[in-house]
């Protein structure tokens, strides 16, 4: 119910708005403008592919580790990664994820349908009530979380095997997980920070509301409420390091962070890139930097832009040196969620209004797109599923 | 008039200027005042519309949901005037040959309005824009959650704590009678 005092308060807004001495815009001033914010967007993407060749062909690092100064094979060989797999080239032409790619296997992580089908690694199934908004698998728990549509009140329900609700914790968000679902975390509506592991959960008391930015085996990076510019992390047994001077951390793998280090809005854009102790190895202003991949020879990036209306960019920067490996776009579409399956592959939740689908695509380091769940109609307000962790 | 038909629905062959001049005329007052509402000033209001409008124009194929372009718009405004104060040379005072706005004279004030208005330009950026989407725009606080990319939690934190703020230092006179 409002008070008095909150009626006052919108009566002065609206009051205010009213009699705003503001002039409309016309149309060629729009379109003037935005002509200077797609060029802008173009120049970054080109310098981007630019950048990642120069960084890639003077190195020339064999697969062998011998050093191959023949520029015709240096893109054969790209930059130093670790993994089991030999590193593809990179792919230079960004490409087009459509609904028309060849079906593959089904999504190797954890993922729901907007119906409560709960499908875990391994292929078993739960059924559940519908609602759930986000899955995760920590330590064998399956935790699904729901948030109330009236109140926002958020809930994290542990789900047993037969889709039927074994616990249920009050949450202000999804809980966030390892890559290797060994630990994982959420906040609490106290605001304190909940940890998930084998020995159970822990509640860490922080100063207001908390806002958890990463979490992974070594602890959960965290602003406190009101802070600018302070990413810090906590660890299992409560210690808490930093302050990092970085606007957020997006991802953490041991000492390495991917972190936002500045924003732009008359760009507009932003710069970020990976941090190893506090330290800057490289940054970018032509993505957003954010999963490392599960060997942490890659990150996975997006627009370097958030306007509201969705990711039109998924691209594969290599972890070490932030050279792009591969870029997707979808054709006036959305990349919706995006998680990686193993250290080879990414899967993305995309939209594409062409034909108006849905659809869980695999998409490779070489540039390959496959169906990881097949097409499915429904417009870009409403996904009908979500990638788990 | 000539039609199209997709996925079996059948629709006017508009141009995209046609159509996005259409919206922009029916819907750019309310956006300019929200606009004014967040920025307390003319000249960044115009600028804030101006770049929203822009940026829908880039977007305007992608839209398919008609009813969402408000929601959109909002968007992009609030979360382009709080981005812009992450600038830190956004936050010093810049030297401008454009005068600086004129008292709007509100006939109806008796000094309250004009007191509550300045307390709430007072405020920082985030916590502006929650009271301002929560009691002029009067969004939920999921609705106003989804509109920052924040948790529900965080708008209601921000809005308590704005509201206490601006209770603490509204004028006794004007702070009466609330808490209900």
Redesign the interface.
Same mark, same amino acid.
């Given at each position: 119910?409002?008070?008095?005092?909150?009626q006052?308060?919108?009566?002065?807004?609206?009051?205010?708005?009213?009699?705003?001495?503001?002039?409309?815009?016309s149309?060629d001033?729009?379109?003037h403008?935005?002509r200077?914010?797609?060029r802008r967007r173009i120049a970054v993407s080109a310098a981007g592919v630019a950048a990642a060749l120069a960084v890639i062909a003077p190195l020339g690092l064999s697969a062998t580790g011998v050093l191959d100064g023949d520029p015709d094979r240096s893109r054969d060989i790209a930059v130093a990664s670790p993994g089991p797999s030999p590193v593809p080239p990179p792919v230079t032409e960004p490409v087009t994820v459509t609904t028309g790619a060849a079906p593959g296997d089904a999504p190797g992580i954890a993922w729901l349908e907007a119906d409560g089908t709960l499908h875990l690694p391994g292929g078993t199934m739960a059924q559940a009530e519908p609602g759930y908004r986000a899955l995760s698998v920590v330590a064998s728990r399956v935790l699904a979380f729901r948030?109330d549509?009236?109140?926002?009140?958020?809930t994290v329900d542990e789900i047993g095997t037969d889709g039927s609700v074994l616990a249920s914790y009050g949450a202000?968000?999804a809980p966030m997980t390892d890559d290797a679902g060994t630990v994982g975390a959420w906040?609490d509506?106290q605001?304190r920070i909940v940890w998930a592991g084998a020995g159970g959960q822990t509640t860490f008391d922080t100063e207001?509301?908390a806002?958890l930015l990463s979490v992974d085996a070594d602890g959960a990076w965290f602003t406190p409420?009101g802070a600018?510019r302070a990413a810090s992390r906590i660890a299992p047994d409560g210690s808490v390091t930093g302050p990092l001077d970085v606007?957020g951390v997006n991802d953490s793998l041991g000492e390495r962070v991917t972190a936002t280090l500045?924003?732009?809005?008359?760009e507009?854009g932003s710069c970020g890139g990976v941090l190893r102790g506090g330290r800057e190895e490289w940054r970018t202003c032509d993505f957003t930097v954010d999963r490392f991949s599960p060997d942490g020879a890659w990150v996975l990036a997006t627009d370097a832009y958030? =306007? $509201?209306?969705?990711q039109g960019t998924l691209a594969i920067l290599d972890a070490g040196t932030g050279g792009a490996q591969v870029q997707y776009e979808v054709e =006036? $579409?959305?990349f919706f969620d995006w998680r990686w399956e193993d250290a080879a592959h990414a899967l993305a939740v995309v939209h594409t209004?062409a034909d108006?689908a849905w659809q869980v695509v695999r998409l490779g380091l070489d540039g390959s797109v496959e169906q990881a769940v097949a097409p499915r109609r429904g417009?870009?307000?409403e996904p009908p599923f979500w990638l788990g962790s | 008039m000539s039609a199209t038909t997709i996925l079996g629905e059948t629709r006017p062959i508009v141009s995209k200027d046609e159509d996005f001049t259409h919206y922009m005329t029916a819907r750019q007052p309310a956006m300019l005042r929200l606009a004014y509402v967040l920025t307390g000033d003319t000249a960044s209001a115009e600028d804030l519309v101006q770049v929203a409008f822009a940026k829908l124009y880039l977007a305007w194929n992608r839209v398919e949901e008609r009813g969402a372009l408000d929601g959109y718009v909002r968007r992009i405004l609030v979360n382009e005037h709080n981005s812009s104060w992450r600038r830190p040379w956004r936050r010093r005072e810049r030297v401008s040959d454009t005068l600086p706005d004129s008292p709007v004279l509100d006939t109806y004030d008796d000094g309250g309005n004009a007191e509550l208005w300045q307390l709430v330009q007072s405020l920082p950026p985030r916590q502006r824009s929650v009271i301002v989407l929560r009691y002029y725009e009067q969004l939920s606080e999921a609705e106003i959650a989804d509109v920052l990319g924040v948790s529900p939690g965080t708008v209601k934190s921000q809005a308590s704590k704005a509201l206490a703020s601006l209770r603490g230092r509204t004028p006794r006179s004007l702070a009466t009678g609330e808490d209900g």
């Open positions: 119910m409002s008070t008095d005092f909150e006052q308060l919108a009566g002065a807004l609206e009051r205010r708005a009213s009699t705003a001495p503001v002039a409309p815009q149309l001033a729009v379109r403008r935005a200077g914010i797609r948030s549509p009236d109140t926002g009140l958020g202000l968000m906040v509506r605001g207001g509301n806002q409420e600018e606007l500045t924003y732009d809005d008359m507009p958030l =306007d $509201g209306m969705g =006036d $579409g959305v209004p108006q417009t870009d307000l | -």
